[in-house]
Structure formats: structure tokens, C-alpha cells
């Protein structure tokens, strides 16, 4: 397995706080992994970083042996790098279809050389709004879903974008038991057709049943990268997470 | 219907419109009508920048002045035909839009308007000092009588409304290409959220000075023959505040999401401030388009178009039919008459005897009456029927006391002919189809009852 995504001394600060201090992280392709930490630990900013939203200020970030700094986010999400955000931000005045056909025209069509007609955007997104379970909503606006429908029109959005590597940045939140299994399943699904899955998560259940490694941060640092099992047993993991 | 299509009818439409204004023969027609159909040109062109991408520009004046300067240039360096400069007035004013554009879009909300509003600031101040194209005294530039089209001899100013006929169809078709298009998506989603289309691949900066210099090229090309329309430019009134105003409130009144919003918020509020300048008098107008403005953004955020839209989901939430397609019809025309109303009653003000004073007023009574009734037909989820009707009955009895206070011929057949639109109203909304519109609203009362 060679690395997918390569980040080497990864520093980010936000005035005098150090929300990212040195990360250094690899992702092989095709893997599913796990990131957690506590709150402001940086897990977010560390999205941002990796996806251009945010600009890195120490290290690199290295996508498919290409370094990404300065680039900006679109031309990452061209690339194949595609995240979802932690609060969803769907497109308000557009349809959940238009809202999918979004990173089609722009991203897909792109990688395609503009070769994608009207007729396979069509069928593309109707496939993801099946695979998402969205069909019945493909004509209603975000406003009228629900939080369940409105997370996963978030995930299904950054899944249109056809990535190599997804980060789903806490696409759980909130929802209820059998709707964490539904996503969990639906991202084990695309990761089992050749994506590489980050994910981001506090729901522990969901975390290790997907997670094939798990990586810990801990105020911008990481303190743990491993097996599942082995690591939410490192004391220093114990320590962050329940205090002593 | 297909964009090389829309743009042949559009062409069309133009030139029919043109075809019946000629037949009517009527000189005032075509200087009147050149400003709506100017202001055509601008709300489209605000919009695109404005309506689709989100981006508030207060500085519309500014590139407006930009094409009529350029054409004052020209004028007086080596006289051009007007064609020819409305290609240099949008070179000139798009890459003033492409630079300001660069400058400026990373800036949001009111910070990107105020920076546009600093354009109209900076560009007035270099205008007054460029002694050349006359300075803060003006410039005059002398219209000839006729010119030559293909052969025929037209009037100036008529070939110069024709020329805004067919500029208008332009930016109409290009507002309706760019909507349906992939540009058209993209542009929404910078409306939407910038960061959230940045994750889906869509190259906001890009855009966005597509948008500032498309925008910016149209508002250009509308200045450009404005000079000759004129006969004399001055910086004051050029870079005046009024075009600024009307290029906003002309979108946000028709509604700033389709490309057919900014044309129907032009025309209504373009023949209106027309009307007003020859009823009243032309300072009047910026109040009107102010109050309207106000109006629109408390009671329909969206703009008329939003407002039927919202109607029609309401109502019929599968397909708009006969029955809401009718209602509409009958709110809009309750709605443009009472506005007109308005507008006369303002004039009947101006000369105040005591039966123009009770005129007016009745004529405002009328009018606020209208205008109440149609908004109440279009809201019909808040309103009960009930409303609406009462509003349509007291017009009857409004319009008959004045008819009774003015029995000059003309007034009985207007008024003759309101009523009988307030009676069809009435006998329109009794009928048990159109009542079940209100279904929601009657099922809670029997709930309650």
C-alpha cells in the first residue's frame, strides 16, 4: 500500500494559540481512519488545513506525491481530496438534486475534461440519492429536510465529488442509534468501492466499528496512531480522554 | 426553450416592440420609453452580479458614467458610430469591473458594497478634474437629426431606442443563459455559501470576476449611448445616485433569483417613475422607488416573483393550475392598479381644491385597498378569504363614491371598468374551487368550530 495523503510537520496557529503543533500522518490508499480527540483538540482545523480551507502555516501537505500548499480548496477537491463540514451547509436556494449536481459539473466534469454530459450528471446524482437514501427529497429544498436527511445530503455532497480521499468531519452528531449504523454502513460501502475514508467522530461505537486505525489528537498534537484496540488503551489516550 | 432560440424571440419581442411604439408615432413614446428600457439593461446587469452571486454593487453609477464618458471622448476625439462604441464602452467598463473586481471580492457583505460605492466616489472625482471630456461644467454633445439604417432615414432618438431594444434583449438572454447554465449553478452556490462551493470544486474567485466584469461591460454598454440621448453630461447627475438606487430596487422588487424578475421590476418601476415625472414631478420618483423598496423588503423579501412562486407552492404544491394561475392574474392586476393609484392620487395632491382632495384620497383609500387585497390573495396560507373579500367590497363602495365625486367620462369608464374587475374578484374568490385553495386555514376554523 503506497501513502495517499502524506502530511509531514503539519503547524497551524490561530494568533498566540497553537491549534496545530507538528503533525506528521499518512494515509495509505483505500484505508479506513479513525481520527478522534477531545474538543478543540484541533481535529477540525486540521480538516481545514488538509483541505485548503485554512492555509498551513509549518509543514506540508502531500496528495498523490503532489504538495498542496497555497493551492487553493477547489483545485483540491478537483484532485480528489473532498470533506464534508461538521455543521452541514447545504445550498439553500437549490434543490438537494441541483445541491449534488454542484460538485459534479464543477469537480467531475472537470477530471472528465468537460466530456460529462447533462444525460450521465442526471444519472450520477440519482445514483448517489439512492445510494444516500435521498430519492424521495431530490426536489424538496434543505430547509424542508431533516437533521438525518440534511446529514446525509452533506456527506452525499462531498461523495458526489467523486474523491479518492473523504474526510466526514462529525457526520454524526446528533442522530439517533440506528441512523449512526445507517451512515457508518454507507461510508464501510464507498470505502469498500476504492475510497479512502477519514473519519472524524465522538460516537466511540461508530469509531471502531469503522475504523480499521485510529489516530488521537490532543491539543494540536498527535498522541496516538494505531490498532483500534490498542490504542483507546494507551494510558496517555486514557488520560485525555477521562482526566485523572 | 432552447438559449439560441430564446435569444431569436427575444430579438423578436424587441423589435415588435419597437415596430408598434413606430406605429403609435408618438416622439414622447421613445424618449420616455428609452429610460425603462435603459434601466432594462442596468437591473439585468446589477442582477447578475447582485441577484445570482449575492454580491451588493452600489456603484452601478459609476460604470454608467464610465460608458458615457467614453462615448464623450470619442465625441470629441474622432466621432464614432454608436455601435462601435458600445463595443469600446464594454472593453472599458469590464476591465474596470475585472480590476475593481480583483481588488474588492474579498471583501464581504457590506464591506464589498461600501468598496463599490468608493468606485463611484474615485471615478467622479477623476471625471470632474479631466477637463477634456468638459469637467465639472459638462460636456455637450450634439445629436444629429437622423441617420442612416440600411437605407431608411430614422429619427435619432427612435434609432437610439433601438438600439436600447435590442441591447435590453441582449441582457435579458445572456441573464437567462448564464441561469440555466453551469455558470448559473456556480454563481448560486457563491450566494449560498463561498465556503461550502471552495469543498465542491467550484472556483469562486473565478466567478466572481466573470460576474463583476459581464455585470460591469452591460452597465457600460447602457451609458454609452446616453450622451447623444441626452445632449449634455455633467458628472453630478451621471454618477447620480439614482441609477444606483433604481439598478437595486428594480431586482429586489421583481425578485433577484430569475432572470425574469429584474425585467419585471424594471418595467413596473421604470413606467412608474415615468409616469410620476410627468403626473407630479421628478423628485418625487426616488421616494416612490424608496417606499416601494421598503415595502417589498418587509412584505416580500423575495420580490414579486417570490412572492407568486410561494403562492403557487402553497396552493397547488404538484402543478400550478387554472384556478391559482387565475388567482394570480387577478392580485397582480389588483396590485400594478393600485400602485398606479397611487401615483395619480399623489398628482391630484398637487393641486389641492376640495374635490381634488376628496378625489385623492378616495383614490388612496382605493389603492392601499387593492393593494391589500391582492397581497392577501397571494399569502393565502396567513390570510382567510374573508380578507380578501371584505377588501374587494369596500373597493366597489370606494370606487362608486368616486365615481359619484368625478363624473367627468373618462373617470365613470376607468372606474366603470375597476369595479367590474372588483366584482369579478368577489364572484372569483366565493367559488367553492377557489375556496378549497384555502384549505388549510378553513380546516383549522372547522377544527376550532
Known amino acids: ?244 | 426553450m432552447r438559449n439560441p432560440t430564446f435569444f431569436a424571440a427575444a430579438i423578436g419581442a424587441a423589435a415588435a416592440v419597437f415596430i408598434v411604439a413606430a406605429l403609435i408615432g408618438n416622439d414622447y413614446l421613445f424618449f420616455a420609453g428609452y429610460t425603462v428600457v435603459q434601466y432594462i439593461v442596468l437591473a439585468a446587469a446589477w442582477n447578475m452580479l447582485g441577484g445570482y452571486c449575492g454580491y451588493v454593487n452600489f456603484g452601478t453609477a459609476a460604470f454608467f458614467a464610465l460608458g458615457a464618458y467614453t462615448t464623450v471622448f470619442f465625441h470629441k476625439a474622432y466621432p464614432l458610430p454608436i455601435p462601435v462604441l458600445l463595443v469600446i464602452a464594454a472593453g472599458v467598463s469590464g476591465l474596470v469591473g475585472l480590476g475593481t473586481g480583483y481588488l474588492t471580492l474579498r471583501l464581504r457583505g457590506a464591506f464589498f458594497s461600501i468598496a463599490t460605492l468608493a468606485l463611484a466616489v474615485v471615478l467622479q472625482t477623476f471625471v470632474v478634474n479631466w477637463d477634456y471630456v468638459g469637467g465639472s461644467r459638462g460636456a455637450y454633445v450634439i445629436r444629429p437629426d437622423s441617420v442612416d439604417v440600411f437605407g431608411f432615414q430614422l429619427d435619432y432618438v427612435r434609432y437610439l431606442s433601438l438600439i436600447m431594444l435590442l441591447l435590453a434583449a441582449v441582457s435579458v438572454a445572456i441573464s437567462r443563459a448564464i441561469e440555466r447554465s453551469k455558470l448559473g449553478y456556480g454563481f448560486a452556490t457563491i450566494r449560498d455559501d463561498e465556503l461550502a462551493a471552495e469543498a465542491s470544486g467550484v472556483p469562486t474567485l473565478r466567478l466572481k470576476l466573470i460576474a463583476t466584469t459581464l455585470s460591469g461591460a452591460l452597465m457600460g454598454m447602457a451609458g454609452a449611448p446616453f450622451p447623444y440621448y441626452i445632449g449634455y453630461v455633467e458628472p453630478a447627475s451621471t454618477f447620480g445616485l439614482t441609477y444606483a438606487v433604481n439598478a437595486i430596487a428594480m431586482p429586489l422588487i421583481g425578485g433577484t433569483t430569475v432572470w425574469f424578475g429584474p425585467l419585471i421590476g424594471s418595467i413596473l418601476l421604470g413606467t412608474l417613475t415615468q409616469i410620476a415625472t410627468v403626473t407630479i414631478s421628478s423628485a418625487v420618483n426616488l421616494l416612490l422607488v424608496g417606499l416601494l423598496l421598503v415595502g417589498f423588503v418587509i412584505v416580500a423579501p423575495n420580490g414579486l416573483v417570490g412572492l407568486i412562486r410561494e403562492f403557487l407552492r402553497a396552493a397547488s404544491p404538484g402543478r400550478p393550475d387554472v384556478r391559482s394561475i387565475g388567482l394570480v392574474a387577478v392580485a397582480s392586476y389588483g396590485f400594478i392598479v393600485g400602485v398606479l393609484e397611487v401615483v395619480f392620487s399623489l398628482a391630484a395632491l398637487t393641486a389641492p381644491d376640495a374635490t381634488g382632495l376628496m378625489l385623492a384620497f378616495a383614490g388612496l383609500v382605493l389603492a392601499c385597498l387593492w393593494i391589500v387585497s391582492a397581497y392577501g390573495m397571494m399569502t393565502l396560507q396567513r390570510w382567510s378569504p374573508l380578507m380578501a373579500t371584505i377588501a374587494f367590497a369596500l373597493s366597489i363602495v370606494v370606487g362608486a363614491i368616486h365615481i359619484w365625486a368625478d363624473r367627468t367620462a373618462f373617470n365613470i369608464s376607468l372606474w366603470g371598468a375597476g369595479g367590474a374587475v372588483a366584482i369579478v374578484s368577489l364572484w372569483f374568490l366565493q367559488r367553492r374551487y377557489v375556496q378549497q385553495l384555502y384549505r388549510p386555514k378553513l380546516t383549522e376554523l372547522e377544527v376550532a368550530a
Open chain 1, 1 to 244: 500500500m503506497s501513502a495517499l495523503l502524506q502530511v509531514s510537520g503539519l503547524g497551524k496557529r490561530f494568533g498566540g494559540f497553537v491549534a496545530l503543533d507538528g503533525i506528521d500522518l499518512e494515509v495509505a490508499e483505500g484505508e479506513r481512519l479513525g481520527l478522534i480527540g477531545p474538543n478543540g483538540s484541533g481535529k477540525s482545523t486540521l480538516v481545514n488545513c488538509l483541505c485548503g480551507t485554512l492555509a498551513n502555516e509549518h509543514g506540508t501537505v502531500t496528495f498523490e506525491g503532489r504538495v498542496l500548499n497555497g493551492m487553493p480548496a477547489h483545485t483540491r477537491t478537483r484532485l480528489g481530496l473532498a470533506r464534508s463540514f461538521q455543521l452541514p451547509r447545504p445550498f439553500g436556494s437549490m434543490s438537494v438534486a441541483d445541491n449534488l449536481k454542484v460538485p459534479l459539473l464543477y469537480a467531475v466534469d472537470r477530471r472528465a475534461h468537460g466530456h460529462l454530459t447533462a444525460a450521465q450528471t442526471e444519472e450520477r446524482c440519482e445514483e448517489l440519492l439512492r445510494l444516500v437514501g435521498l430519492v424521495d427529497c431530490a426536489r424538496k429544498f434543505p430547509r424542508d429536510l431533516t437533521q438525518v436527511d440534511m446529514r446525509k445530503l452533506e456527506l452525499a455532497r462531498a461523495m458526489a465529488a467523486e474523491p479518492k480521499l473523504l474526510i466526514a468531519d462529525e457526520a454524526m452528531a446528533g442522530l439517533s442509534h440506528s441512523e449512526v449504523s445507517d451512515i457508518v454502513a454507507l461510508l464501510i460501502r464507498l470505502n469498500e468501492r476504492g475510497t479512502t475514508v477519514i473519519l472524524i467522530e465522538h460516537i466511540m461505537r461508530a469509531v471502531m466499528h469503522f475504523s480499521q486505525r485510529l489516530v488521537v489528537l490532543v491539543s494540536g498534537r498527535k498522541i496516538a496512531d494505531g490498532k483500534p484496540e490498542e490504542v483507546i488503551r494507551d494510558p496517555e489516550v486514557e488520560r485525555a480522554y477521562l482526566g485523572q
